[in-house]
């Protein structure tokens, strides 16, 4: 059947988010991302578009467009590989095969560098990739860089080597870029520990690495190990503030009740349809699944919506004592 690409168009705001093409069978043909979402997709159909032939024939077969929003385009970019990695569309892979995409690397040596390339070598070392877009690769080593001191040098620090003394530290240590493992002035263990939290937010895991800082912070507090604490509340804050601009709204939110929302996971908003109320009550969620829920809804509708919500959840608790509700008794139906 004829796709009306207009119609579909009017639909699409002009916000940052990641868009998918469907083709006439239902099957997922290809993920992109956009600054703006109606402007990018809309340029698939400009007459004086030079397309390659294979873009070409994707437009042609395209008969259902569907759109994810999120807040900033970095957010953009990390779901659009996400999803990509995990539904490999034809096109991607198609049109993947015309260019080639680079890597963040921590490399196979005892402390770990952590760079970008675009050659893959099968060394043993951990690729993260492949990222269409260079500038936003480069965001998120910025993060890296600003919240974890980690060696840039090459130099081969095996264990007899730092022990024989054969390296000096470097001006990168005396800036505080570094913290000289060369002279053993920091340990592996240490710095493999990091590696870790580097490794969780790669993956999206961000939430588990500001759980694992709190955790250090009231420990060295507790300790009274006031230099440390401080050491990672500005790592905190970082995290925190990268955080905060991670949310992702659903084109379908109007149609769907969120069922479970997993806290380690950035994107592991999971959906279901309301049909047949198959929604997880708030009663069943717990305490991060509850103010993630209610960031889920801050995106996605005014703020006196969400106010009335809040409001609404206290009157029900009301009613519940008021009409001697049994305590397991979450759902009301004005009908009976």
């Not at 032939?53 to 659009?80: C, M, Q, Y």
């Not at 024989?164 to 060369?182: H, S, T, W």
Request: aromatic share 10%; proline share 4%.
């Amino acid at each position: 059947s004829a796709f009306d690409h207009r119609k579909a168009l009017a639909d699409i705001p002009h916000k940052p988010g990641v868009y998918q093409y469907w083709d006439n069978d239902g099957a997922l043909m290809y993920i992109g991302k956009a600054k703006d979402l109606r402007n990018r997709v809309g340029s698939y159909f400009n007459s004086d578009n030079q397309m390659n032939g294979k873009t070409k024939v994707l437009v042609s077969r395209i008969r259902k467009i569907t759109f994810t929003i999120v807040d900033t385009e970095i957010d953009a970019w990390l779901l659009e590989n996400s999803l990509i990695k995990r539904h490999q569309p034809k096109y991607n892979i198609m049109l993947k095969d015309d260019k080639t995409y680079p890597w963040i690397i921590i490399k196979k040596e005892p402390f770990p560098r952590v760079f970008w390339t675009r050659n893959m070598v099968k060394d043993g070392s951990t690729y993260f990739g492949p990222y269409a877009s260079v500038g936003m690769m480069h965001v998120i080593l910025d993060l890296i860089k600003e919240t974890y001191t980690l060696r840039t040098c090459n130099l081969p620090l095996t264990p007899p080597n730092i022990e024989a003394g054969k390296f000096k530290v470097c001006l990168e240590y005396q800036i505080g870029n570094c913290k000289g493992p060369c002279q053993a002035y920091q340990s592996l263990e240490d710095y493999d520990n990091n590696i870790e939290e580097i490794k969780d937010i790669l993956n999206g895991k961000i939430g588990t690495v500001i759980k694992n800082v709190k955790n250090v912070i009231k420990t060295s507090v507790e300790q009274l190990n006031f230099e440390y604490a401080h050491q990672y509340q500005r790592k905190l804050l970082v995290l925190e503030k990268y955080q905060s601009k991670s949310t992702v709204v659903n084109s379908a939110i109007t149609n769907i009740d969120v069922v479970s929302i997993a806290s380690d996971e950035r994107y592991a908003f999971h959906f279901f349809p309301i049909d047949d109320r198959k929604g997880l009550p708030l009663d069943k969620m717990t305490e991060a699944q509850k103010t993630l829920a209610m960031k889920l809804l801050s995106a996605c509708v005014a703020d006196n919506t969400v106010k009335k919500i809040n409001d609404i959840i206290a009157l029900e608790n009301i009613l519940k004592v008021m009409e001697n509700r049994k305590a397991d008794d979450h759902f009301r139906d004005p009908g009976k």
